[in-house]
Protein backbone atom coordinates (compact mmCIF):
# COMPACT_ATOMS: atom_id res chain seq x y z
CA UNK A 1 0.00 0.00 0.00
CA UNK A 2 2.90 2.41 1.05
CA UNK A 3 4.30 1.45 -2.44
CA UNK A 4 1.17 2.51 -4.37
CA UNK A 5 0.92 5.81 -2.60
CA UNK A 6 4.23 6.75 -3.19
CA UNK A 7 3.97 6.02 -6.87
CA UNK A 8 0.97 8.47 -6.91
CA UNK A 9 2.82 11.74 -5.56
CA UNK A 10 5.81 10.58 -7.96
CA UNK A 11 3.39 10.98 -10.70
CA UNK A 12 1.62 13.94 -9.40
CA UNK A 13 4.86 15.57 -8.72
CA UNK A 14 6.40 14.80 -11.97
CA UNK A 15 3.37 16.17 -13.81
CA UNK A 16 3.58 19.31 -12.06
CA UNK A 17 7.26 19.67 -13.03
CA UNK A 18 6.61 19.16 -17.24
CA UNK A 19 3.78 21.31 -16.75
CA UNK A 20 5.96 23.71 -14.98
CA UNK A 21 8.55 23.51 -17.65
CA UNK A 22 6.28 24.13 -20.82
CA UNK A 23 5.10 26.78 -19.24
CA UNK A 24 8.53 28.25 -18.76
CA UNK A 25 9.10 27.00 -22.73
CA UNK A 26 6.14 29.01 -23.91
CA UNK A 27 6.82 32.21 -22.17
CA UNK A 28 10.34 32.12 -23.07
CA UNK A 29 9.87 31.01 -26.92
CA UNK A 30 9.02 34.76 -28.83
CA UNK A 31 8.26 33.82 -32.03
CA UNK A 32 6.60 31.07 -31.19
CA UNK A 33 5.28 29.48 -34.88
CA UNK A 34 2.66 27.12 -35.36
CA UNK A 35 3.92 25.53 -38.22
CA UNK A 36 7.36 23.97 -36.78
CA UNK A 37 8.17 21.77 -39.72
CA UNK A 38 7.81 25.26 -42.18
CA UNK A 39 11.20 26.77 -42.62
CA UNK A 40 11.90 30.61 -40.86
CA UNK A 41 10.60 33.32 -42.27
CA UNK A 42 11.54 34.51 -45.43
CA UNK A 43 11.84 31.50 -46.94
CA UNK A 44 11.87 31.21 -50.75
CA UNK A 45 8.86 30.23 -53.04
CA UNK A 46 9.67 26.65 -55.04
CA UNK A 47 10.91 28.78 -58.26
CA UNK A 48 12.57 31.78 -56.77
CA UNK A 49 16.32 32.24 -55.37
CA UNK A 50 17.17 30.44 -51.88
CA UNK A 51 18.54 33.43 -49.32
CA UNK A 52 20.20 32.76 -46.28
CA UNK A 53 18.83 34.66 -43.04
CA UNK A 54 21.04 35.93 -40.94
CA UNK A 55 20.48 36.93 -37.28
CA UNK A 56 17.21 37.42 -36.28
CA UNK A 57 15.86 41.02 -36.95
CA UNK A 58 12.70 42.30 -37.67
CA UNK A 59 12.32 43.92 -41.25
CA UNK A 60 12.98 47.40 -40.47
CA UNK A 61 15.79 47.14 -38.35
CA UNK A 62 17.28 45.44 -41.06
CA UNK A 63 16.59 47.65 -43.72
CA UNK A 64 17.43 50.41 -41.51
CA UNK A 65 21.28 48.64 -40.95
CA UNK A 66 21.15 47.79 -44.88
CA UNK A 67 20.92 51.67 -45.75
CA UNK A 68 22.57 52.78 -43.31
CA UNK A 69 26.01 51.30 -44.66
CA UNK A 70 27.46 52.09 -47.98
CA UNK A 71 31.40 52.40 -49.57
CA UNK A 72 32.76 56.39 -49.27
CA UNK A 73 32.12 57.53 -53.59
CA UNK A 74 34.74 56.97 -55.93
CA UNK A 75 36.49 60.40 -56.70
CA UNK A 76 37.95 60.91 -59.94
CA UNK A 77 41.41 61.69 -57.75
CA UNK A 78 41.29 58.08 -56.56
CA UNK A 79 40.24 56.83 -60.27
CA UNK A 80 42.75 54.31 -61.94
CA UNK A 81 42.50 55.02 -66.16
CA UNK A 82 43.76 52.42 -68.55
CA UNK A 83 47.19 53.20 -70.41
CA UNK A 84 46.28 54.94 -73.69
CA UNK A 85 42.84 56.47 -72.97
CA UNK A 86 42.18 59.89 -74.65
CA UNK A 87 41.46 62.29 -71.97
CA UNK A 88 37.53 62.34 -73.97
CA UNK A 89 37.27 58.65 -72.47
CA UNK A 90 38.79 59.18 -69.12
CA UNK A 91 35.97 62.78 -68.90
CA UNK A 92 33.43 60.04 -69.92
CA UNK A 93 34.36 57.62 -67.11
CA UNK A 94 34.31 60.36 -64.81
CA UNK A 95 30.77 61.35 -65.81
CA UNK A 96 29.18 57.54 -65.64
CA UNK A 97 30.64 57.29 -62.29
CA UNK A 98 29.46 60.87 -61.26
CA UNK A 99 25.82 59.89 -62.60
CA UNK A 100 25.96 56.52 -61.15
CA UNK A 101 26.75 58.68 -57.66
CA UNK A 102 24.06 61.03 -58.20
CA UNK A 103 21.62 57.98 -59.18
CA UNK A 104 22.56 56.55 -55.38
CA UNK A 105 21.97 59.98 -54.03
CA UNK A 106 18.36 60.27 -54.84
CA UNK A 107 17.69 56.56 -53.79
CA UNK A 108 18.79 57.14 -50.73
CA UNK A 109 17.02 60.43 -50.72
CA UNK A 110 13.84 58.62 -51.80
CA UNK A 111 14.01 55.85 -49.10
CA UNK A 112 14.71 58.54 -46.10
CA UNK A 113 11.82 60.43 -47.98
CA UNK A 114 9.58 57.57 -47.40
CA UNK A 115 10.94 56.79 -44.45
CA UNK A 116 9.62 59.92 -42.54
CA UNK A 117 6.08 59.82 -44.24
CA UNK A 118 5.54 56.21 -42.91
CA UNK A 119 6.74 57.62 -39.35
CA UNK A 120 4.30 60.54 -39.92
CA UNK A 121 1.36 58.36 -40.75
CA UNK A 122 1.93 56.21 -37.54
CA UNK A 123 2.40 59.17 -35.44
CA UNK A 124 -1.22 60.64 -36.53
CA UNK A 125 -2.65 57.80 -35.67
CA UNK A 126 -0.90 57.56 -32.36
CA UNK A 127 -1.97 61.20 -31.65
CA UNK A 128 -5.64 60.36 -33.06
CA UNK A 129 -5.91 57.32 -30.83
CA UNK A 130 -4.67 59.10 -27.64
CA UNK A 131 -7.31 62.09 -28.10
CA UNK A 132 -5.17 64.80 -28.93
CA UNK A 133 -7.34 66.07 -30.99
CA UNK A 134 -10.36 65.71 -28.95
CA UNK A 135 -12.24 63.18 -31.48
CA UNK A 136 -13.90 60.78 -29.49
CA UNK A 137 -15.28 57.53 -31.21
CA UNK A 138 -16.25 54.21 -30.84
CA UNK A 139 -13.66 51.34 -29.62
CA UNK A 140 -10.94 54.39 -29.31
CA UNK A 141 -10.05 53.35 -25.72
CA UNK A 142 -10.76 49.73 -25.43
CA UNK A 143 -7.96 47.12 -25.61
CA UNK A 144 -7.64 44.58 -28.03
CA UNK A 145 -8.59 41.69 -26.09
CA UNK A 146 -12.37 43.86 -25.81
CA UNK A 147 -12.72 43.43 -29.40
CA UNK A 148 -14.90 40.51 -30.50
CA UNK A 149 -13.93 37.69 -32.42
CA UNK A 150 -16.18 38.21 -35.38
CA UNK A 151 -14.44 42.01 -35.75
CA UNK A 152 -11.01 40.45 -36.53
CA UNK A 153 -11.83 38.58 -39.95
CA UNK A 154 -10.11 41.39 -41.81
CA UNK A 155 -6.78 40.58 -40.24
CA UNK A 156 -4.80 37.61 -42.90
CA UNK A 157 -1.68 35.95 -40.83
CA UNK A 158 1.04 34.50 -42.93
CA UNK A 159 3.08 32.60 -40.35
CA UNK A 160 6.22 31.69 -42.88
CA UNK A 161 7.08 35.22 -43.66
CA UNK A 162 5.45 36.45 -40.12
CA UNK A 163 3.26 39.39 -41.81
CA UNK A 164 0.04 40.11 -40.92
CA UNK A 165 -2.05 42.58 -43.57
CA UNK A 166 -5.57 44.12 -42.73
CA UNK A 167 -7.47 44.02 -45.76
CA UNK A 168 -10.05 46.99 -46.77
CA UNK A 169 -12.61 46.74 -49.25
CA UNK A 170 -11.95 49.15 -52.43
CA UNK A 171 -8.42 49.52 -51.03
CA UNK A 172 -6.71 47.06 -53.55
CA UNK A 173 -7.37 44.52 -51.47
CA UNK A 174 -7.85 42.21 -54.31
CA UNK A 175 -4.49 42.41 -55.14
CA UNK A 176 -2.85 42.75 -51.83
CA UNK A 177 -5.00 38.92 -51.21
CA UNK A 178 -3.40 38.01 -54.24
CA UNK A 179 0.02 38.67 -52.68
CA UNK A 180 -0.82 36.70 -49.58
CA UNK A 181 -2.35 33.98 -51.34
CA UNK A 182 1.38 32.82 -53.35
CA UNK A 183 3.47 34.12 -49.83
CA UNK A 184 1.14 31.67 -48.06
CA UNK A 185 1.50 29.04 -50.40
CA UNK A 186 -2.40 28.66 -49.79
CA UNK A 187 -3.85 27.38 -52.96
CA UNK A 188 -2.86 24.99 -56.49
CA UNK A 189 -2.50 26.06 -59.96
CA UNK A 190 -4.56 23.56 -62.06
CA UNK A 191 -2.41 23.86 -64.75
CA UNK A 192 1.45 23.26 -62.86
CA UNK A 193 -0.34 20.98 -59.64
CA UNK A 194 1.82 23.73 -57.62
CA UNK A 195 1.03 26.73 -55.35
CA UNK A 196 1.02 29.44 -57.12
CA UNK A 197 4.04 31.76 -57.89
CA UNK A 198 3.01 34.64 -59.69
CA UNK A 199 0.18 36.93 -58.02
CA UNK A 200 -0.86 38.09 -61.51
CA UNK A 201 -1.62 34.65 -62.05
CA UNK A 202 -3.54 34.08 -59.11
CA UNK A 203 -7.52 34.19 -60.47
CA UNK A 204 -9.09 37.85 -58.66
CA UNK A 205 -12.42 36.09 -58.19
CA UNK A 206 -11.14 33.30 -55.93
CA UNK A 207 -9.20 35.56 -53.68
CA UNK A 208 -11.91 36.32 -51.71
CA UNK A 209 -12.94 33.09 -50.43
CA UNK A 210 -12.64 33.16 -47.10
CA UNK A 211 -11.18 29.65 -46.83
CA UNK A 212 -7.76 30.53 -48.43
CA UNK A 213 -6.86 32.63 -45.38
CA UNK A 214 -5.93 32.54 -41.77
CA UNK A 215 -7.30 35.27 -39.90
CA UNK A 216 -7.64 36.19 -36.71
CA UNK A 217 -11.14 35.35 -36.65
CA UNK A 218 -10.52 31.88 -36.75
CA UNK A 219 -7.75 31.42 -34.19
CA UNK A 220 -10.69 30.19 -31.37
CA UNK A 221 -12.00 27.39 -33.66
CA UNK A 222 -8.18 26.61 -34.44
CA UNK A 223 -6.22 27.09 -31.25
CA UNK A 224 -9.37 27.55 -28.22
CA UNK A 225 -8.26 29.15 -25.14
CA UNK A 226 -4.44 29.83 -26.41
CA UNK A 227 -5.88 32.18 -29.18
CA UNK A 228 -5.04 35.33 -27.15
CA UNK A 229 -2.15 34.46 -26.37
CA UNK A 230 -1.09 33.56 -29.98
CA UNK A 231 -2.34 36.86 -31.46
CA UNK A 232 -0.32 38.87 -28.64
CA UNK A 233 2.92 37.18 -29.90
CA UNK A 234 2.32 37.67 -33.60
CA UNK A 235 1.15 41.01 -33.21
CA UNK A 236 4.44 41.74 -31.32
CA UNK A 237 6.50 39.66 -33.87
CA UNK A 238 5.00 40.04 -36.57
CA UNK A 239 5.29 42.82 -39.88
CA UNK A 240 1.96 44.64 -40.07
CA UNK A 241 0.17 46.73 -42.73
CA UNK A 242 -2.66 48.04 -44.12
CA UNK A 243 -4.11 50.38 -47.10
CA UNK A 244 -6.01 53.16 -46.85
CA UNK A 245 -7.92 55.49 -49.02
CA UNK A 246 -10.18 58.70 -49.23
CA UNK A 247 -13.37 57.56 -47.07
CA UNK A 248 -15.29 59.37 -49.42
CA UNK A 249 -14.00 58.32 -52.81
CA UNK A 250 -14.04 55.24 -51.14
CA UNK A 251 -17.53 55.41 -50.56
CA UNK A 252 -18.21 56.22 -54.37
CA UNK A 253 -16.45 53.37 -55.12
CA UNK A 254 -18.18 50.90 -53.54
CA UNK A 255 -21.46 52.14 -54.82
CA UNK A 256 -20.32 52.59 -58.39
CA UNK A 257 -18.59 48.87 -57.94
CA UNK A 258 -21.66 47.33 -55.74
CA UNK A 259 -25.04 49.58 -57.07
CA UNK A 260 -23.45 50.73 -60.66
CA UNK A 261 -23.72 47.49 -62.28
CA UNK A 262 -25.76 44.16 -61.82
CA UNK A 263 -24.84 42.58 -59.04
CA UNK A 264 -27.42 39.89 -57.68
CA UNK A 265 -26.04 39.40 -54.24
CA UNK A 266 -25.91 43.17 -53.29
CA UNK A 267 -29.23 43.67 -55.15
CA UNK A 268 -31.06 40.68 -52.91
CA UNK A 269 -29.14 41.77 -49.56
CA UNK A 270 -29.08 45.62 -50.00
CA UNK A 271 -30.11 47.01 -52.89
CA UNK A 272 -33.93 46.39 -53.04
CA UNK A 273 -33.90 46.98 -48.89
CA UNK A 274 -32.59 50.63 -50.27
CA UNK A 275 -35.14 51.12 -53.09
CA UNK A 276 -37.75 49.99 -51.06
CA UNK A 277 -36.89 52.30 -47.94
CA UNK A 278 -35.78 55.53 -49.60
CA UNK A 279 -37.02 54.37 -53.41
CA UNK A 280 -40.67 55.39 -53.06
CA UNK A 281 -41.43 52.64 -54.97
CA UNK A 282 -44.82 51.81 -55.48
CA UNK A 283 -45.79 47.65 -56.20
CA UNK A 284 -43.32 44.63 -56.29
CA UNK A 285 -39.61 45.31 -57.39
CA UNK A 286 -38.09 42.99 -60.03
CA UNK A 287 -36.66 40.02 -58.00
CA UNK A 288 -33.23 40.38 -59.90
CA UNK A 289 -30.65 42.06 -60.37
CA UNK A 290 -30.56 41.90 -64.17
CA UNK A 291 -34.03 42.56 -64.19
CA UNK A 292 -34.30 46.01 -62.46
CA UNK A 293 -31.40 47.07 -64.29
CA UNK A 294 -33.67 45.91 -67.59
CA UNK A 295 -36.33 48.07 -66.29
CA UNK A 296 -34.16 50.99 -65.28
CA UNK A 297 -34.23 50.39 -61.02
CA UNK A 298 -31.36 51.10 -58.98
CA UNK A 299 -30.48 52.98 -56.49
CA UNK A 300 -28.98 56.34 -56.25
CA UNK A 301 -26.14 57.46 -54.69
CA UNK A 302 -28.28 59.63 -52.49
CA UNK A 303 -30.88 56.85 -51.24
CA UNK A 304 -27.49 54.66 -51.12
CA UNK A 305 -26.34 58.24 -48.64
CA UNK A 306 -29.85 57.79 -46.71
CA UNK A 307 -29.27 54.30 -45.95
CA UNK A 308 -25.90 54.68 -44.59
CA UNK A 309 -26.73 57.82 -42.24
CA UNK A 310 -30.51 55.54 -41.17
CA UNK A 311 -29.78 54.43 -37.28
CA UNK A 312 -31.98 51.50 -38.16
CA UNK A 313 -29.60 50.20 -40.74
CA UNK A 314 -26.70 49.09 -38.26
CA UNK A 315 -29.71 48.36 -35.53
CA UNK A 316 -30.27 45.65 -38.18
CA UNK A 317 -26.95 44.62 -38.91
CA UNK A 318 -23.49 45.66 -38.99
CA UNK A 319 -21.80 47.74 -42.09
CA UNK A 320 -21.11 45.59 -44.35
CA UNK A 321 -17.24 45.32 -45.19
CA UNK A 322 -17.54 47.48 -48.26
CA UNK A 323 -18.78 50.57 -46.50
CA UNK A 324 -17.99 50.41 -42.78
CA UNK A 325 -15.51 52.67 -41.35
CA UNK A 326 -11.43 51.52 -41.87
CA UNK A 327 -11.38 51.96 -38.25
CA UNK A 328 -13.25 49.36 -37.60
CA UNK A 329 -12.12 46.63 -39.57
CA UNK A 330 -8.49 47.49 -38.79
CA UNK A 331 -8.22 48.85 -34.92
CA UNK A 332 -5.51 50.64 -35.54
CA UNK A 333 -5.69 51.89 -32.04
CA UNK A 334 -5.04 48.44 -30.78
CA UNK A 335 -2.77 47.36 -33.54
CA UNK A 336 0.32 49.14 -34.33
CA UNK A 337 1.14 48.76 -37.67
CA UNK A 338 4.29 49.15 -39.18
CA UNK A 339 3.61 50.45 -42.52
CA UNK A 340 0.02 52.24 -44.00
CA UNK A 341 -0.12 52.26 -47.16
CA UNK A 342 -2.63 54.48 -49.26
CA UNK A 343 -4.15 53.79 -52.58
CA UNK A 344 -3.30 57.18 -54.04
CA UNK A 345 0.61 55.82 -53.75
CA UNK A 346 -0.04 52.74 -54.16
CA UNK A 347 2.61 51.44 -56.53
CA UNK A 348 5.44 53.43 -54.78
CA UNK A 349 4.10 52.07 -51.16
CA UNK A 350 4.02 48.70 -52.70
CA UNK A 351 7.47 48.24 -53.53
CA UNK A 352 8.60 50.11 -50.31
CA UNK A 353 7.03 47.39 -48.47
CA UNK A 354 7.59 44.64 -50.47
CA UNK A 355 11.19 45.39 -49.88
CA UNK A 356 10.67 46.00 -45.42
CA UNK A 357 8.96 42.52 -46.03
CA UNK A 358 11.54 41.14 -47.80
CA UNK A 359 9.98 39.54 -50.41
CA UNK A 360 10.66 41.46 -53.26
CA UNK A 361 12.66 38.98 -55.02
CA UNK A 362 9.88 36.28 -54.74
CA UNK A 363 6.89 38.45 -56.54
CA UNK A 364 5.98 41.79 -57.68
CA UNK A 365 3.39 43.78 -56.77
CA UNK A 366 0.26 43.35 -60.13
CA UNK A 367 -0.03 46.17 -62.42
CA UNK A 368 -4.07 47.78 -61.29
CA UNK A 369 -6.27 48.47 -63.25
CA UNK A 370 -6.49 52.23 -64.21
CA UNK A 371 -10.06 53.27 -64.05
CA UNK A 372 -9.76 53.89 -60.70
CA UNK A 373 -12.60 56.52 -59.24
CA UNK A 374 -11.00 59.70 -58.85
CA UNK A 375 -10.54 61.70 -55.95
CA UNK A 376 -11.55 65.14 -58.36
CA UNK A 377 -15.22 63.44 -58.75
CA UNK A 378 -16.43 63.86 -55.22
CA UNK A 379 -17.82 67.43 -56.21
CA UNK A 380 -19.92 65.69 -59.05
CA UNK A 381 -21.26 63.06 -56.87
CA UNK A 382 -21.73 64.92 -54.37
CA UNK A 383 -23.81 67.91 -56.09
CA UNK A 384 -27.10 66.23 -55.95
CA UNK A 385 -27.02 65.48 -51.65
CA UNK A 386 -27.96 67.85 -49.80
CA UNK A 387 -24.89 69.88 -47.54
CA UNK A 388 -26.72 68.91 -43.94
CA UNK A 389 -26.55 64.79 -45.55
CA UNK A 390 -22.87 65.67 -46.33
CA UNK A 391 -22.08 66.65 -43.11
CA UNK A 392 -23.64 63.81 -41.40
CA UNK A 393 -21.65 61.95 -43.52
CA UNK A 394 -18.31 62.96 -42.61
CA UNK A 395 -19.45 63.17 -39.23
CA UNK A 396 -19.60 59.01 -39.57
CA UNK A 397 -16.40 58.68 -41.46
CA UNK A 398 -14.43 61.50 -39.94
CA UNK A 399 -12.39 58.81 -37.62
CA UNK A 400 -11.02 57.58 -41.19
CA UNK A 401 -10.11 61.30 -42.14
CA UNK A 402 -8.84 61.99 -38.80
CA UNK A 403 -6.61 58.60 -38.60
CA UNK A 404 -5.37 58.41 -41.77
CA UNK A 405 -4.82 62.49 -42.22
CA UNK A 406 -7.07 62.64 -45.19
CA UNK A 407 -8.12 66.67 -44.92
CA UNK A 408 -11.69 67.76 -44.62
CA UNK A 409 -13.12 68.17 -48.03
CA UNK A 410 -14.29 71.38 -47.95
CA UNK A 411 -15.24 71.88 -51.42
CA UNK A 412 -18.07 69.00 -50.73
CA UNK A 413 -19.20 70.12 -46.84
CA UNK A 414 -19.10 73.87 -47.60
CA UNK A 415 -20.31 74.53 -51.22
Known sequence: MGTWRGLRVAFVVGSLFMILLIIVYWDDVGGFNLYPLQDPKHESLPSGPQTTTGPSL?????????????????TPSSMTFTPGETREEQEEEILELRTEGTREDEEMNHNSADGESQKARKQRIMDVCSGKN???FPGRTRAFEEIPNRELDHLIVDDTHQIIYCYVPKVACTNWKRVMVVLSQSLISPSSGKPYTDPEAVPPDVVHNSSLHLTFAKFWRHYGSLSHHLMALKLQHY???????????????????KFGRPNEDFYRLFGSVILRRYGNMSGSLPETAAGAFAAGIKPTFQQFIKYLLDPETERESIFNEHWRQVYRLCHPCQVKYDFIGRLETLETDAEQLLKILEVDHLLHFPSGARNRTAASWERDWFSQIPVSMRRELYKLYEPDFELFGYPEPDGVLHQ
Open 58 to 74: SPLTKRVQTTASFPAPT
Open 134 to 136: SLE
Open 239 to 257: TKFLFVRDPFVRLISAFRN
